[in-house]
């Protein structure tokens, strides 16, 4: 069976690593961090353990499972991955330097991807010679529980890399979607107007927040409205996103941040992770 | 007696569920409607029967035949008879601004297959009274929704913001980052979204889509509001990606 490498092994990373070792393949789970990859391998047994409980999967196959899982913290293993997901912290320089290091590891074939959210996967590539085996992989999170994941076609990335990247997460029994390299991908640049309307709608005082959000449940079918979601996602991080996306732009306004975003991160309140965001959380 | 004037399939939906709980309903329409598709439970009618109690407009394409209509309205009916009109392209305080008796009218977001939902957002203006809100509450309550009473503004809140989903799906497609139906696919897997902006805008009518982004364009004024062109095009050509 193949290998695949996942480097940084975080919320994303580790869920990758799960949904990896799931479906049969063998996994290299590496961050800088023992302690990371510690926490990764306790969370995806816990993760697996529910998935008995729930009667998901048999325990022989959780033990199978955790077994195919191999965590490192240097790239010295690296050489039999036929693909690596890079899924570190969401910085561009870290990111190349990561990519150039798995240039001189892996075999000239393997494919290199990224889960970047908002980079562009151009810019990670010109990190490599060559930009060809380089293409975006962008899963959700949970990653083990979320379908869609986003393969993004970098300015280089070769037509044989798209078709075997599909191919892979399909392997994955995920459900993939090929957009090309362009901000905010699909589906964080089609999202923006939900918050982005939302914020204007309340900046200007049309409807409140607990009507706006019931408005968009009853009226529209939505599952959540548009501040709870921010909440569930992180002010901060959503607030990031916009930014990210509006800078990449160069200042399209259908993008422009709003100041509730600023105030709401200047204050801390950050959603349900900080107890209170636009609504208030029971500690 | 409900008495119910303006585009199709507003008007159908609408005076469907009007009529399932048990209101007599007579409906116009802006185009006449071939006989066969007019639903068995309306009846339809050149002119506006003297016991309407409730007048309902749904008009969001054409001003000028909205106009037209509301002017119809005030002089068939005595200036009691309360008015409930879609208010999602023109404020109800324009709307009002056309009566001799303001106090009679107020905003409804009505756009084809939102009317079918759970909840409608209604927009009293300045002038609205406190009888044609409660008339239009208990009306709304009759048919089993809830309403959200929210300011009187240019798209009001859903449709604002389904529009503005559109319209960004639409600037993608023409950017070419992917597919209309992939977008779609991504937005419901990624998102949770019950439908992707592209199934939105089908089931609402690129039409009616085009018709609120206009609206919101003209009256914000902001560039952040430009129109797809692939929107414009598609309303002009009356086509959408499934028809
Ligand atoms: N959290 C999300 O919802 C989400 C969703 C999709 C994509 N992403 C993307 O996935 C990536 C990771 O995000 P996350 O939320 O898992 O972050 P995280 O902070 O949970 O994990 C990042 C991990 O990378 C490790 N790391 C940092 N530098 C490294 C290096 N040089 N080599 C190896 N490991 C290194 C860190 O120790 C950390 O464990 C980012 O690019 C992010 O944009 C995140």
């Excluded at chain 1, 913290?73 to 330097?97: G, I, M, Q, R, Y």
């Excluded at chain 1, 996967?121 to 986003?150: C, D, Q, W, Y």
């Excluded at chain 1, 939505?222 to 991080?237: N, S, T």
Aim: charged share 25%; glycine share 8%.
């Amino acid at each position: 069976m193949a290998t695949i490498g996942i480097v940084g092994a975080g919320t994303m990373g580790g869920g990758i690593a799960h949904v990896a070792a799931l479906s049969g393949f063998n996994v290299l789970l590496h961050d800088i961090s023992t302690d990371v990859l510690n926490r990764a391998l306790q969370r995806i047994s816990t993760d697996l353990q529910k998935g008995i409980e729930k009667g998901k999967i048999s325990a022989e196959n959780v033990e199978q499972t955790k077994q195919r899982i191999r965590s490192t913290s240097t790239f010295d293993d690296f050489s039999p991955c036929n693909l690596v997901v890079e899924a570190a912290v969401e910085k561009l320089d870290v990111k190349k330097n990561i990519f150039s290091e798995l240039e001189q590891r892996c075999l000239p074939d393997a494919i290199l991807a990224t889960n970047t959210s908002s980079l562009s996967v151009t810019a990670i590539a010109s990190s490599v010679k060559n930009a060809e085996r380089v293409v975006g992989m962008h899963f959700f999170n949970p990653p083990h529980l979320m379908k869609l994941v986003e393969i993004v076609r970098g300015q280089k990335s070769s037509d044989e890399t798209i078709r075997k990247t599909i191919d892979l997460a399909k392997q994955l029994g995920k459900t993939p979607v090929l957009v090309n390299d362009t901000p905010g991908f699909i589906v964080n640049r089609c999202a923006r107007p939900f918050y982005g309307e939302a914020l204007r709608i309340l900046g200007e005082g049309i409807a409140s927040v607990e009507d706006i959000d019931r408005i968009v449940r009853l009226e529209g079918g939505f599952k959540m409205g548009p501040f709870e979601l921010m909440d569930l996602i992180g002010i901060d991080v959503n607030f990031a996103v916009t930014k990210s996306i509006y800078e990449q732009t160069f200042g399209e306004p259908r993008y422009r941040p709003h100041v509730i975003q600023q105030a709401m991160v200047n204050a801390g309140y950050l959603g349900r992770k900080a107890k209170q965001g636009f609504y208030k959380y029971e500690l | 007696m409900v008495f119910l004037i303006g585009e199709s399939p507003m008007v159908e939906e609408l005076g469907e569920q009007c009529a399932r709980v048990g209101y007599t309903i007579t409906v116009k329409f802006n185009r006449p409607l071939q006989k066969e598709k007019l639903p068995p439970l309306l009846r339809s009618s050149s002119t506006i029967p003297r016991g309407t109690a409730l007048a309902i407009e749904l008009t969001n394409t054409d001003k000028e035949k909205k106009k037209k209509n509301i002017l119809l309205l005030e002089k068939s009916l005595p200036g009691h008879t309360v008015i409930l009109s879609s208010s999602v392209t023109v404020t109800a305080t324009e709307q009002a601004s056309w009566l001799k008796s303001p106090e009679r009218l107020m905003g409804l977001s009505a756009l084809p297959t939102l009317l079918s939902q759970q909840l409608l957002e209604v927009a009293p203006t300045v002038n609205t009274s406190t009888k044609t809100v409660s008339t239009i509450k208990n009306f709304l309550e009759r048919l089993g929704k809830e309403t959200a009473v929210v300011q009187d503004r240019i798209g009001m809140v859903l449709p604002r913001i389904l529009c503005m989903l559109v319209n960004e799906a639409s600037f993608a497609v023409m950017e070419n980052a992917a597919p209309p139906r992939d977008i779609d696919t991504a937005m419901k897997l990624g998102t949770n979204y019950p439908l992707g902006p592209i199934e939105w805008a089908d089931k609402i009518g690129i039409q009616q889509v085009f018709s609120v982004l206009e609206s919101l364009h003209q009256d914000l004024g902001e560039e952040r509001y430009r129109i797809a062109p692939l929107v414009r095009q598609m309303a002009a050509g009356k086509r959408w990606w499934s028809t």
